[in-house]
Nanobody
Framework: VQLQASGGGLVQVGGSLRVSCLAS????????MGWFRQAPGKEREFVAS????????YYADSVQGRFSISRDNAKNVVYLQMNSLKPEDTAVYYC????????????????WGKGTLVTVSS
């Protein structure tokens, strides 16, 4: 099983970025997928998640209205569209998989990717 996050980079305040996570995992459509992030010196935190069917999405208060999570089960990919980026969004972003779950709890995730760095400059 491999989760490969990509699409991170340097972006200015107010800009947009889309990160992707390609999952080399059997039965991808049975996994809730989540995005988490970890800023320097801080603990990993929940960002957004989507259920295995894509019917429900969840967001941290800090990104609600600015970020959007989606998935393409035919391609085994989950996306995180990030708009109106702020310096406090700077972090390594990780994707994770939670079979049949809501993928909101870091402790309950079964698989993790290695992360992609997003840097928002002011």
């Amino acid at each position: 099983v491999q989760l490969q996050a990509s699409g991170g980079g340097l972006v200015q305040v107010g800009g947009s970025l889309r990160v992707s996570c390609l999952a080399s995992i059997g039965s991808f459509s049975t996994y809730g997928m989540g995005w988490f992030r970890q800023a320097p010196g801080k603990e990993r935190e929940f960002v957004a998640s989507i259920t295995y069917s894509g019917s429900s999405t969840y967001y941290a208060d800090s990104v609600q209205g600015r970020f959007s999570i989606s998935r393409d089960n035919a391609k085994n990919v989950v996306y995180l569209q990030m708009n109106s980026l702020k310096p406090e969004d700077t972090a390594v972003y990780y994707c994770a998989a939670d079979r049949f779950g809501t993928a909101r709890n870091a402790g309950g995730m079964e698989y993790w990717g290695k992360g992609t760095l997003v840097t928002v400059s002011s």
